[in-house]
């Protein structure tokens, strides 16, 4: 399989990779870049290869990846999605997110079925031959195509991307190609000095790889001299202007605006074709909301059980302080520890927010967050599981003892949240959850059809479990009322509690399709609640 060269005079691909260490801001920069170029009136599409020889991201450990994103078609994704999404404002699908499994077991099983004609199969040319297409694949229909590479170049798994990436240029020209390269540079406390070694040794690694990189982004804890980009420059064979120095920000969405002030501003216009200067009102404004001070101050419980890695949450933090910037208000999260937290804890917040999750850990904490959110008028915005929870909560003051869901207590009588039809077996296994857009229909006049200001609605999805209708009177018996459904009505995907400032809780992921500079109204209504009280 050889990539096409048919694909258009115009179509240009933007590679981003790594080096020195991982969590550099890859994915930022890649999005940073995008969001410039759209801004120059680019069509942009982006994807991100993954080495990791899982099939999707679905089964990765939150603790050590950080929060799994869901795609509009059931993707499970690495948390850079989520980036992408926010900073283009475009929903991204199944073909944005590609790793070695998936791509790996497709050229095993067209092996079996004898599809290679006897060939013997190999990394090189069949597994960077299917690379090459997924990235044509994604990019298909867009001016420019971002390519985030995952990983740190030299990584033994990521060697066919990197290989894969720079055979690309062969077969599409490498004036339609552009290599930016991320690297680390850091600050030696006792001698006061930042060092550019580790990063000159990641573009000669790259280097050796057959890939000269067009632009260098530098990552600093702190602002570093221009000497630093001058001297990894001249030694890493990058073109003057081609290095970009890039502190730590305030805000991520400063960096589209640092990015095109710094000398890789050219590079893209020479790139592309367009030295049209990019509107980018839009990150001004943004930057200016959220580093300015706010007369009202409001605390956010976030009851959670993962408390080592706010990644695990991303884009939950991310809808809140989109709401809070929209409502002017100051966002303080408070983590509470879902197996510790206490009502003294729910006490000392203004609203609570209880995320989605898997499994029995904290389960209890958390329903005693909605329990008390419930039972003392505190705003309460749940989430996937934050519903379950909220349902649980209702049923046993409604007089349910002891209700629970199948997914906590196998054995519990009273399972006012049960597993899907077609789900048992699958409990440990990927791909299999409810992942996607689903509809749904809100019930008029409800505070949740206020809030959307409309009946019909999409929202992102990825569960397992469902709340079990035959026990919706004793829900409601606990203060709360389904306010939406599946458009068939069989399925409850949202509930409210009655004569409460504002308790609502859905079974979707709201927080996927919040934007920046569009906040989600289920995260409006919560600040508002607040501000209200």
Same mark, same amino acid.
């Given at each position: 399989?050889?990539?096409?060269?048919?694909?258009?005079?115009?179509?240009?691909?933007?590679?981003?990779?790594?080096?020195?260490?991982?969590?550099?801001?890859?994915?930022?920069?890649?999005?940073?870049?995008?969001?410039?170029?759209?801004?120059?009136?680019?069509?942009?599409?982006?994807?991100?290869?993954?080495?990791?020889?899982?099939?999707?991201?679905?089964?990765?450990?939150?603790?050590?990846?950080?929060?799994?994103?869901?795609?509009?078609?059931?993707?499970?994704?690495?948390?850079?999605?989520?980036?992408?999404?926010?900073?283009?404002?475009?929903?991204?699908?199944?073909?944005?997110?590609?790793?070695?499994?998936?791509?790996?077991?497709?050229?095993?099983?067209?092996?079996?079925?004898?599809?290679?004609?006897?060939?013997?199969?190999?990394?090189?040319?069949?597994?960077?031959?299917?690379?090459?297409?997924?990235?044509?694949?994604?990019?298909?229909?867009?001016?420019?195509?971002?390519?985030?590479?995952?990983?740190?170049?030299?990584?033994?798994?990521?060697?066919?991307?990197?290989?894969?990436?720079?055979?690309?240029?062969?077969?599409?020209?490498?004036?339609?190609?552009?290599?930016?390269?991320?690297?680390?540079?850091?600050?030696?406390?006792?001698?006061?000095?930042?060092?550019?070694?580790?990063?000159?040794?990641?573009?000669?690694?790259?280097?050796?790889?057959?890939?000269?990189?067009?632009?260098?982004?530098?990552?600093?804890?702190?602002?570093?001299?221009?000497?630093?980009?001058?001297?990894?420059?001249?030694?890493?064979?990058?073109?003057?202007?081609?290095?970009?120095?890039?502190?730590?920000?305030?805000?991520?969405?400063?960096?589209?605006?640092?990015?095109?002030?710094?000398?890789?501003?050219?590079?893209?216009?020479?790139?592309?074709?367009?030295?049209?200067?990019?509107?980018?009102?839009?990150?001004?404004?943004?930057?200016?909301?959220?580093?300015?001070?706010?007369?009202?101050?409001?605390?956010?419980?976030?009851?959670?059980?993962?408390?080592?890695?706010?990644?695990?949450?991303?884009?939950?933090?991310?809808?809140?302080?989109?709401?809070?910037?929209?409502?002017?208000?100051?966002?303080?999260?408070?983590?509470?520890?879902?197996?510790?937290?206490?009502?003294?804890?729910?006490?000392?917040?203004?609203?609570? #927010?209880?995320? %989605?999750?898997?499994? &029995?850990?904290?389960?209890? /904490?958390?329903?005693? =967050?909605?329990? !008390?959110?419930? $039972? +003392?008028?505190?705003?309460?915005?749940?989430?996937?599981?934050?519903?379950?929870?909220?349902?649980?909560?209702?049923?046993?003051?409604?007089?349910?003892?002891?209700?629970?869901?199948?997914?906590?207590?196998?054995?519990?009588?009273?399972?006012?949240?049960?597993?899907?039809?077609?789900?048992?077996?699958?409990?440990?296994?990927?791909?299999? #959850?409810?992942? %996607?857009?689903?509809? &749904?229909?809100?019930?008029? /006049?409800?505070?949740? =059809?206020?809030? !959307?200001?409309? $009946? +019909?609605?999409?929202?992102?999805?990825?569960?397992?479990?469902?709340?079990?209708?035959?026990?919706?009177?004793?829900?409601?018996?606990?203060?709360?009322?389904?306010?939406?459904?599946?458009?068939?009505?069989?399925?409850?995907?949202?509930?409210?509690?009655?004569?409460?400032?504002?308790?609502?809780?859905?079974?979707?992921?709201?927080?996927?399709?919040?934007?920046?500079?569009?906040?989600?109204?289920?995260?409006? /209504?919560?600040?508002? =609640?607040?501000?209200?009280?």
């Amino acid at each position: 399989m050889e990539v096409g060269t048919d694909m258009g005079e115009k179509q240009k691909y933007i590679f981003v990779t790594g080096g020195v260490l991982s969590g550099v801001g890859k994915g930022i920069t890649a999005a940073s870049i995008g969001a410039i170029l759209q801004a120059k009136g680019s069509k942009v599409s982006i994807q991100k290869c993954d080495p990791y020889l899982n099939v999707d991201a679905g089964l990765l450990n939150p603790r050590e990846h950080g929060e799994c994103f869901v795609t509009k078609d059931g993707a499970e994704t690495d948390l850079d999605l989520g980036h992408y999404e926010r900073f283009l404002d475009i929903e991204l699908t199944q073909k944005s997110t590609t790793l070695s499994g998936r791509l790996l077991s497709q050229l095993i099983a067209d092996e079996r079925a004898g599809k290679f004609n006897g060939q013997t199969v190999q990394l090189v040319p069949h597994l960077t031959n299917a690379i090459k297409q997924a990235i044509v694949d994604a990019g298909e229909g867009s001016d420019v195509h971002i390519v985030e590479i995952g990983g740190t170049v030299g990584d033994y798994e990521g060697l066919s991307f990197v290989e894969a990436i720079r055979d690309f240029a062969g077969q599409v020209g490498r004036e339609n190609c552009l290599y930016v390269h991320v690297v680390y540079a850091p600050f030696i406390e006792t001698s006061k000095e930042f060092k550019s070694k580790p990063a000159q040794n990641a573009l000669h690694e790259l280097r050796g790889f057959g890939i000269t990189p067009d632009c260098v982004v530098v990552r600093t804890e702190a602002p570093a001299p221009h000497a630093i980009a001058e001297k990894i420059g001249r030694f890493g064979g990058v073109r003057e202007g081609g290095v970009v120095l890039l502190p730590n920000a305030k805000t991520v969405y400063e960096i589209p605006l640092t990015i095109y002030a710094s000398g890789i501003g050219p590079v893209l216009d020479e790139f592309i074709g367009n030295s049209e200067k990019p509107d980018l009102k839009k990150w001004k404004q943004l930057a200016k909301a959220q580093q300015a001070s706010y007369a009202k101050k409001v605390t956010v419980g976030l009851v959670a059980k993962y408390l080592d890695n706010e990644d695990t949450y991303l884009s939950v933090l991310e809808a809140l302080r989109a709401a809070a910037w929209q409502e002017k208000v100051e966002l303080n999260i408070a983590w509470l520890d879902a197996e510790k937290s206490s009502e003294k804890e729910f006490s000392g917040v203004d609203a609570l #927010l209880v995320p %989605g999750g898997f499994g &029995a850990r904290g389960v209890e /904490g958390k329903v005693a =967050a909605a329990t !008390y959110a419930l $039972q +003392n008028n505190v705003p309460y915005l749940g989430i996937c599981l934050g519903m379950q929870v909220a349902v649980i909560a209702a049923a046993r003051l409604g007089g349910l003892k002891g209700a629970n869901s199948t997914e906590f207590d196998a054995k519990t009588k009273h399972d006012v949240v049960y597993i899907m039809d077609g789900q048992a077996g699958k409990e440990s296994t990927g791909g299999t #959850l409810r992942l %996607g857009d689903y509809q &749904a229909t809100l019930k008029k /006049g409800s505070k949740t =059809a206020q809030l !959307y200001g409309v $009946q +019909n609605i999409t929202e992102r999805h990825r569960h397992r479990y469902e709340v079990n209708r035959q026990f919706i009177s004793e829900v409601e018996a606990g203060g709360l009322t389904v306010s939406g459904t599946s458009p068939d009505g069989e399925l409850v995907e949202f509930v409210e509690a009655k004569n409460h400032p504002y308790f609502v809780a859905t079974q979707a992921h709201p927080e996927f399709k919040s934007r920046p500079d569009r906040a989600h109204p289920l995260f409006v /209504g919560l600040m508002r =609640a607040i501000g209200d009280i």
